[in-house]
């Protein structure tokens, strides 16, 4: 398979969130605004891209019964150091993220994919797609349930204060409707069911 | 006896990990296609939660002061947890689970529960209780929703929202029931 086909099937056609229904967890609870899943969708992007190289590289020389504590080892060690390199940075995004930091280590974006055995080309390629992937998912998550809850856009005010705002889409019950119907609209666009097929 | 009673009904409605914290939904989507499996999988994590959160009380009195934020640490609880539920059980309960337990028990409830049970103001022993009462939460959100799901399968669903799409959307019609609960 071409490259360019890998990375737009690992955009597209098999988006974590909307497709393969894999790292919802983050999807749902951490979009309230639209810089917070940005800022979160390229750090599960770039510790997804690093894990896989540095997975891939290492799984030869470690025995099969390891695996998925080598998979927690190396994301644990990524996630911190993320986490303290963005406390550094931006205290009150970490704050605003809360848990959300930590459980990258456990994303099911990333263990799927750390879970399949693959080149070191097609690691990276497929690794670039998914993180892409996740990030705009979250990215469009974030822009609707922003608009909805505070009627703004990337902090940029769209509507004034006439506008009574629908405090549900700020909520985890909220943000679960609109991510099912969002789901729904991909299907709908694709022309398939939402059911799953493992 | 009151303040425990408390401590649960804020761990199963007010805290309910699956409706009103939203983790837990890789185990929403992938074990609730049977009532069997989802009990199954709600036992596990109440036995792998209870374990962890016990564990971290008694590391946190007897070893570390204080376990706040310390991300490495909580993570390898829940591992060590998680890891011990899944040598126990895969020899009982083979037959019913698909794939490895332990990369199923390691996802974000538990991770996630262990983080939060801090801002819930969990201290002592009062965080076995809390984590006992989230696990709680948990089972019985999974059973309601293998319910919902088996309704669901003899309803005529457009095709679009078939699957994980109106599971969601049921899920977060609960949630919005359990919010009526604030107490």
């Known amino acids: 398979m071409s490259v360019a086909k890998t990375f737009i099937e690992g955009v597209y056609h098999k988006n974590p969130v909307f497709r393969l229904m894999l790292g919802l967890v983050p999807a749902v609870g951490a979009t309230t605004v ?4 940005l800022y979160l969708g390229l750090m599960t992007g770039a ?3 690093v894990a896989a190289v540095v997975v891939t590289i290492v799984r030869p020389f470690v025995p099969k019964a390891v695996h998925t504590i080598l998979q927690i080892a190396v994301l644990t060690v990524l996630v911190t150091a993320v986490h303290r390199w963005a406390v550094g940075v ?3 995004m970490v704050i605003q993220l809360g848990i959300y930091i930590p459980l ?6 990333i263990l799927q994919r750390l879970s399949l055995v693959q080149s070191l080309p097609e690691a990276v390629v497929g690794a670039l797609g998914q993180g892409i992937g996740f990030t705009a998912a979250l990215v469009i998550i974030g822009i609707i349930r922003e608009f909805l809850a505070y009627g703004r856009v990337f902090d940029v005010v769209l509507l004034e204060a006439q506008y009574s705002p629908f405090a549900l889409a700020n909520t985890i019950p909220g943000s679960l ?3 099912g119907l969002l789901m ?3 299907n709908a666009l694709m022309g398939k069911g939402g059911e799953i097929h493992e | 006896m009151s303040e425990g009673l408390g401590a649960l009904a804020q761990g199963v409605i007010q805290n309910n990990l699956i409706f009103m914290q939203g983790l837990g939904l890789y185990a929403l989507t992938r074990w609730t296609k049977s009532l069997d499996t989802a009990v199954r999988a709600g036992a596990a994590v109440l036995a792998a939660l209870f374990t962890a959160a016990v564990a971290l009380w008694m590391i946190e009195s007897f070893i570390f002061e204080s376990f706040s934020l310390n991300i490495p640490f909580v993570i390898v609880v829940a591992l060590l947890s998680a890891m011990f539920w899944e040598k126990l059980l895969t020899n009982v309960w083979r037959p019913a689970t698909e794939g490895t337990l332990a990369a199923s028990l390691l996802n974000s409830v538990l991770v996630g529960s262990l983080l939060l049970m801090e801002s819930w103001g969990a201290q002592g022993p009062a965080t076995a209780g809390l984590g006992f009462a989230a696990g709680v939460g948990f089972a019985l959100g999974l059973v309601v929703m293998a319910g919902i799901r088996q309704r669901l399968e003899l309803s005529p669903v457009p095709k679009a929202l078939r699957g994980v799409p109106i599971l969601l959307i049921s899920a977060g019609l609960v949630g919005m029931a359990l919010m009526g609960f604030r107490f």
């Open chain 1, 184 to 186: 729904a609209l991909v």
């Open chain 1, 47 to 49: 510790i997804l891209l």
């Open chain 1, 90 to 92: 931006n205290p009150e």
């Open chain 1, 104 to 109: 990258i280590v456990v994303n099911g974006v």
């Open chain 1, 177 to 179: 409707l609109i991510v």
């Open chain 1, 34 to 37: 639209a810089w917070n899943s």
